[in-house]
Nanobody
Framework: QVQLVESGGGLVQPGGSLRLSCAAS????????MGWYRQAPGKERELVAG???????TYAGSVKGRFTISRDNAKNTAYLQMNSLKPEDTAVYYC?????????????WGQGTQVTVSS
């Protein structure tokens, strides 16, 4: 089992910044991927950014150039630096970890943290 604890959400004005953290604990495979998803009211959950244990990153087009995902493998922690925030970034942000082995994958989710961008 893996536990994910998110922190860093809150209320910020448009153009502001926030940094989300996701601390993972438990049975974490050496090959894994961590990511941030978000879900706004009435919308489906969507991938915001992801990063593998090898450091390969991916971003949604809507956040490229504004958000940066990183991780500290020694601390099993992933971060999402969000700059130039827009009202449309308002959502519950969820941390995700996928443990990977040949032929199988195991998916884990955090409890979510609210990000509100409003003046």
């Amino acid at each position: 089992q893996v536990q994910l604890v998110e922190s860093g959400g809150g209320l910020v004005q448009p153009g502001g910044s926030l940094r989300l953290s996701c601390a993972a604990s438990g049975s974490i495979f050496s090959i894994n991927a961590m990511g941030w998803y978000r879900q706004a009211p009435g919308k489906e959950r969507e991938l915001v950014a992801g990063i593998t244990s090898a450091g390969i990153t991916t971003y949604a087009g809507s956040v490229k150039g504004r958000f940066t995902i990183s991780r500290d493998n020694a601390k099993n922690t992933a971060y999402l630096q969000m700059n130039s925030l827009k009202p449309e970034d308002t959502a519950v942000y969820y941390c995700n970890l996928v443990n990977l082995r040949v032929g199988v994958s195991y998916d884990y989710w955090g409890q979510g943290t609210q990000v509100t961008v409003s003046s």
